[in-house]
């Protein structure tokens, strides 16, 4: 089955920075878009970031531009969030996301179980 596990989350000081690992199996990684989304407390969750199947094209959410990127390595059926220069607005639970089509269900979310980046001195 689709399964995704996140990891490298943790509590940072404002200016620092984590990089948060998202490790994929029962599909083919590589012919997906991969995607971070993150909830703060209250709030909706939100896109921060898509990349591409192969690499070649990333997005990015206003608030993360310059400071965030994202990164996969297909050999390892991996993503990354490299997150730096943290702010205390970037708190939130971050999850990995990927739409993916197995036969019989068609396309379907699947979202791994977050990882916890708190911001605070």
């Known amino acids: 089955q689709v399964q995704l596990v996140e990891s490298g989350g943790g509590l940072v000081q404002p200016g620092g920075s984590l990089r948060l690992s998202c490790a994929a199996s029962g599909f083919t990684f590589s012919s997906y878009p991969m995607s971070w989304y993150r909830q703060a407390p209250g709030k909706e969750r939100e896109l921060v970031a898509r990349?591409?199947?192969?690499?070649?094209?990333?997005n990015y959410a206003d608030s993360v531009k310059g400071r965030f990127t994202i990164s996969r390595d297909n050999a390892e059926s991996t993503v990354y969030l490299q997150m730096n220069r943290l702010k205390p607005e970037d708190t939130a639970v971050y999850y990995c996301y990927a739409q993916v089509y197995l036969s019989g269900t068609g396309f379907s979310p699947y979202w791994g179980q977050g990882t916890q980046v708190t911001v605070s001195s």
């Open positions: 990349i591409t199947s192969n690499g070649g094209s990333t």
